[in-house]
């Protein structure tokens, strides 16, 4: 059981991990190499698994990352406990580290955070990531929460929905003008298009629905890795593209993009993962971001 | 030498390590496991090295990320001379694989691109990654070219000069007024302050500087890895930041940002580096690069 792990020794597992070496932790934490290594032995005895691959840099186990991340919410209701009795000074504010994917960063997120109170100072700690990341992220305790797609509860975290992000296909008129002058589902196959990288499925999905299954979007395609590049990139008729409504709108309005099927459009739904865990700084994040959600997305 | 490596056996390298295991690779080169197991056996014999790290999925050893640029690069001219040869048809688009550090890809590089003529058709694939990732990436052979603000030289790839992207430090007027009234060097150690991530240091350099070397900024210190959500950060008041010029100037116009030290400006060089290779394709793209770089940035 976690309770019986000496707690100690737990630390110092997080030290080798986060240091990358046992000299460097034992540098850290202001001990012998030895001490170290002996230390994440007994641990390993312990829990009757091993716990570090010894690379360099050293490598947590499946196993080692649960201990990991273990370790890692204990500093973290530690530096709480500490706050609420008011030992911790204005030099030491509170990290809330969360990953969030490019679109929602882009877009809604960072007003979430302008809500949250200066009061306790908290730090945020944002990680723009896809879901595959995302996943790691949480279950290695790198980051409390998580804005993603994915609706599968990570172990050890709680899932919420936020509500549905709208996708747009545009592109901008002079592109339309010169590569979709004719039937959609024709064109479609051989007008170049703009991808966020090899992952991003959205636009094959599109083109899929649009042509009845038969084939993707063309192999003329680039790939733009940013929210706003890929904007930028579809404004300046690289390609065509599954724009997020709202950044959609403003240039619609203003005659730099053109809708390409109005009616079709695509919903992501996002979620809000975060850890089970009862910190107060968290809470107040999480409540922000929910509340700016709802207002930003679609429900 | 690398003229004496069987080819066969180097493309059988450069599928496993693409496709991640020995099985799939197999099923993509159509031949069996034991063949492609055999194929790299052969190879590493050959060469007297270990190429492959045989983990889940595998990597390259250093060793072998030698082999499998050589084989990126070998796949990449004989693509150019097919399309020269009018050996490709419009389906194959000769792909361009550029690393592009984050500010620069908000700012001026997609400008380069719609440069570049639509015949033949290239397709772009951007990366945006920091310095020490750039590096292992031309190293790879993963992208064939990088804006980077490395001087070095990547090994087997040449470097030439972009100009300068100069920071200015700025905060939003309500920001200022809260937090930096009254003298620069007392206010910036304590004020909140916004930074990419754990590697930009460019903020406590300004610090440092203004405070002349008396430590580095505040604790209370936000991460936000986009360029454009960085800016995004400083103009809603989560802290201050030192902001491309270029993103800075409009919003300093408009009255959303104040300069904190107008005097004190940051310059960060900025390099194209790109493999050696004789490609028609990527000698197009370093000139429209260095043509936008040159009216973009500071010379």
Redesign the interface.
């Known amino acids: 059981m976690m309770t019986d792990l000496p707690l100690d020794h737990v630390r110092t597992l997080l030290a080798v991990v986060d240091e990358g070496t046992f000299d460097a932790a034992a540098a850290a934490l202001h001990v012998t190499p030895s001490a170290v290594s002996q230390r994440v032995k007994a641990l390993e005895q312990r829990t009757g698994r091993v716990l570090l691959v010894r690379t360099k840099p050293v490598r947590p186990t499946e196993s080692g990352e649960v201990v990991v991340r273990f370790a890692r919410q204990l500093a973290r209701l530690e530096r709480d406990a500490r706050a609420e009795l008011g030992m911790s000074g ?4 509170t990290r809330v580290s969360v990953a969030v994917n ?1 679109d929602s ?2 877009t809604w997120f ?2 979430a ?2 809500r949250v109170p200066e009061e306790p ?1 908290l ?6 990531e896809d879901e595959a990341h995302t996943a790691a992220l949480l279950r290695e305790g790198l980051v409390m929460a998580a804005v993603t797609s994915s609706p599968d509860a990570v172990s050890g975290c709680s899932v919420r929905p936020l509500g549905r992000m709208r996708y747009l296909a545009a592109a901008s008129p002079e592109f339309a003008g010169r590569h979709l002058d004719g039937p959609l589902r024709e064109a479609l196959a ?1 007008a ?1 298009v703009v991808a966020f990288d ?1 992952r991003d499925e959205l636009q094959d999905a599109f083109v899929r629905r649009v042509r009845r299954g038969r084939g993707g979007a063309s ?11 890929f904007v ?2 579809v404004v ?3 390609g065509w593209g599954l724009v997020p409504e709202v950044q959609a709108d403003p240039l619609l309005s203003a005659g730099r993009l053109v809708p390409l099927a109005p009616d079709r459009t695509v919903d992501v739904p996002l979620y809000w993962q975060q850890w089970k865990l009862d910190s107060p700084a968290l809470a107040t994040v999480a409540e922000a971001v929910a509340a700016t959600a709802a207002e930003a997305l679609r429900g």
């Open positions: 204005a030099r030491e504010p490019a960063l882009a960072l007003g955070l302008t100072p730090s945020f700690e944002l990680r723009r051989v170049p090899r192999a003329v395609r680039h790939f733009v890795p940013t929210s706003e590049g930028a990139a300046a008729g690289l």
